[in-house]
Every structure is written in structure tokens, then in C-alpha cells.
DNA sequence: ACATGCATGTTACTTGCGGTAACCGCAGTC
DNA sequence: GACTGCGGTTACCGCAAGTAACATGCATGT
């Protein structure tokens, strides 16, 4: 067994690895999360039982995909938030690159919200890993930071890691909205979700009548 | 046609009705958000082309199921939310109120934030749309009575808006994680959350080195 | 030179689900 | 007693996931 044999025959399949990836996303970008595992593998110019050597099942495929895309996201996420700027505009920063990501790609950012769940797996119903894996990595990955970044007294790491799954989400639910909608500009948001984080419902006055009754 | 016969059908078709999203709902508490409507059908002691005359499609028996969960939760949180105490209470209380019921049927939970997409109708990748009616709904209602209780001046309502569905996605994607990992009790998730919307994060101290470099 | 092995690729199949068409039987009605 | 509307069934279609079995090319061991 020559190593150099063998990663030659490892490279190729890399290779090849590679370009089904890349034939699938053209496909999920088009047909959205939804896209049938015989039109990717028509889309490559093969056909299934290749996808399928490759990825074991669609689920498979789709992990492989999204994470490619999570990984990218994720890096220009890490690059605004680790700028050296002040804590608030690093916070604005860092939700204006994300909303401009789900902006740029809407089908690619629906994939990676939906991953087409099912696949004929899920017999017994495991409570955990509902949502996408990419809200629980950006909110442990904001978790890290927060918790390096910020003196929160006892009890610090449990806090950082409810704020990070807490706000990733504020900003996924908030951008999701705002992309279906479109009620304002992509500047407004940012400041109006900087603002909430900023504490200006506990600031804001009551309207007539007060709290109480 | 007698207009008392028409009643009596009409209420006969409605407690069938009833009947059978009773059954679905067994199912969908057994099987997860896949349930099929085979199972279904069984499930209610008939065969599937009775569902589909009552419901359209699967679909149409989802949203109905779905919306009875939904209206039930949304009433236990306009309770929480209008309830004559201090906001910080209230916040807390609602917060509360949601985390207790996605902890008490976390099945219900999962299928009303899933509702089995796809379903062969979502030809063209419509943007709108895409997290679960319960999250918008539950924005739009936090919203309103955002925009009702407090005076935030000019800009108001959009802000309100932003803010109502920021919340709600703050509280489900903490709400998911800690359903899945349940790293402290329901309590101390309450309060840290309720910690960020009030400002703790723009409050707190910069650990060692400072925001810059 | 030849058989061997292995990766790559294909066709053709099974299974299971959403959805539908056509048929069945029983009330009540004229 | 034939006619009609409604609750119900069987049997089917189309389609997508996933698999089995077969074909082919290319490097190697002897």
C-alpha cells in the first residue's frame, strides 16, 4: 500500500467530494431545502447511488452542506465581533453582517434554518438539537466571547451562554421578520435590536396609566 | 332547505371535526411532527381520504392543529403579559409562562415550530414565511402590547415591532437550547434573561484588556 | 500477460407517503 | 320503490428516499 497511492485516490475523491458539494448547492439555491436527491445528482451529471457512497443519506448531504456555508458565515461573524472597536458598535457590526448575509442569499440562509428535517430517521422523538445547528453554534460561539469579553460577576459562563443562545436568537427571529416584511431599513434594525440589548425597555416610560391595573 | 338541518349537519361535521384533530393530536404527541396521515386516519378509526375531505391536505389538518395549540398558548401569555404587577414581573411571568409550557409537552412544542415543511406546494422559494406562525404571531401580539404600554417617542410602532419579535425569538432560542442541554433550573433562566433585556450586557465591565485591541 | 481487487458508475427495484378516483351502502325523501 | 346526498372504503397514481446487483476501467501482485 503506497501512501502517495493512496492519497492520490484520497485527493480525487476530495475532488469529487467537492464538486457534488458544489452541484447540490447550485441546486439547493434554486429549488430550496426541498431539492430531491435525483435532481442534485442530475445536476453533477451522475446519479444517485454516487450521492449516496459519498454522503451516506440525504441528511448527510445536507450536513456536509451546511456546514460548509455555517463555517463561512461564522468566520465573517468572528471578524466583527473580535474587531477592535467599541462594545457597541462591535454588537452592530456583527448583527449588520449577519442580516446583510440573510439578505445577500435568502435560499441559502432558509436552508440552513430548515435543514429539511424528517428524513425517515427521527423515530423516537429526541427533545434535543430542534432548531438549526447554526443558531446553536453562533450562540455557543457567542457565548465564548461574551464570557472572555465580559466581567459578569458569579456565575459568568451559565449568564454568557443564556445571552449568547438568547440574543443569536433575538437576531434570527428579528431577521427572519424583517426579511419577509421588509418594514424598514437594514440600518434601523440594527440600531432598534442595539437599542433592546442597550436596556431601553427597562428605561422606557409608561404610556397613560401605568403599570399597575 | 331547512335552516335547522343545515345546523344540525353542520354541527355534526363539527364535532367529527373535532374528533379527528383529537386523534391527530394523540398521533402527533406519539410520532413527533411527522405523523402520517395514515397513522392518523388509523389513529382515528377511519381511513385517510375522510381527512383529506375534512382538511384539504396535510397541511390544512396541521394548521388547524396547530392553531388550537397556538391560540392556547397565546392566551396563557396575554394573561402573564396584562397582569396588573410591575413590567420586570410581568416580563418574568411571561417568560415563565411559555418556558413552563414548552417544558410541559415538549412534543407540542417541536410540531408547532416545525410543521413538517414541504408538502409538495412550495414550488417557487417564497422568502416570506419561513419560521413558524407561532413565532410571528406571538411577535405581533408582544409587539402590540409593547407599543400599547410604553412610550418609546417617535417611531414607536416600528420599534415596538422589532422589539416584539426580537423578544419572542430571544425566548425560543433560549428556550430550545435549554429544553435540549437544561443546564440550570427554569428559574435562573427566567431571571438572566430577563437580566439582558434589562441592560445587564451594556452594564457590565470589560474583563482584563479592554474593548480596544 | 493475466487474474485480482477496488473504486466508479449504471439500471432497476423496493418501500413508504401524500393525494385522488371510483365505487359502496345507508339514511331520508318524493 | 327509484333518487339523492353523505360517510365510508378499496385500490390506485406519482414521486422521492434508499438499495441491490450488475458493469467497467485502472492499477497492482505474481
Redesign the pocket.
Known amino acids: ?2 501512501t502517495t ?1 493512496r492519497t492520490e ?1 484520497q485527493r ?2 476530495d475532488r ?1 467530494r467537492r464538486e457534488l458539494l458544489e452541484a447540490a448547492d447550485r441546486v439547493v439555491l434554486r429549488d430550496g431545502p ?5 435532481a442534485i ?1 442530475a445536476e453533477a ?6 450521492l ?2 459519498h454522503f451516506g ?3 448527510g448531504l445536507y450536513a456536509a452542506l451546511a456546514k460548509r456555508h455555517t463555517d463561512a458565515l461564522l468566520d465573517s461573524l468572528r471578524a466583527a465581533l473580535d474587531a477592535p472597536a467599541e462594545r457597541r458598535e462591535r454588537v452592530e457590526s456583527t448583527l449588520d453582517t449577519y442580516l446583510a448575509a440573510i439578505e445577500a442569499r435568502p435560499q441559502v440562509y432558509r436552508f440552513l434554518m430548515h435543514p429539511a428535517e424528517g ?3 427521527d423515530q423516537e422523538f429526541d427533545v434535543g438539537k430542534h432548531s438549526a445547528p447554526l443558531l446553536r453554534r453562533m450562540g455557543e460561539e457567542l457565548a465564548q466571547v461574551i464570557e472572555e469579553r465580559l466581567d459578569l460577576g458569579p456565575g459568568s459562563q451559565q449568564l454568557a451562554r443564556v445571552w449568547g443562545h438568547g440574543i443569536v436568537g433575538m437576531m434570527h427571529a428579528a431577521g427572519d421578520w424583517w426579511l419577509g416584511e421588509r418594514p424598514c431599513s437594514r440600518a434601523e434594525l440594527v440600531r432598534s435590536l442595539a437599542d433592546l440589548l442597550w436596556g431601553r425597555l427597562a428605561a422606557a416610560g409608561d404610556r397613560i396609566g401605568g403599570p399597575g391595573f
Chains 1, 2 share one sequence.
Open positions: 500500500m503506497d497511492q485516490q480525487s475523491a469529487r426541498q431539492a430531491s436527491m435525483n445528482a451529471g451522475i446519479t444517485k447511488p454516487i449516496y457512497r443519506d440525504k441528511g428524513s425517515s430517521g
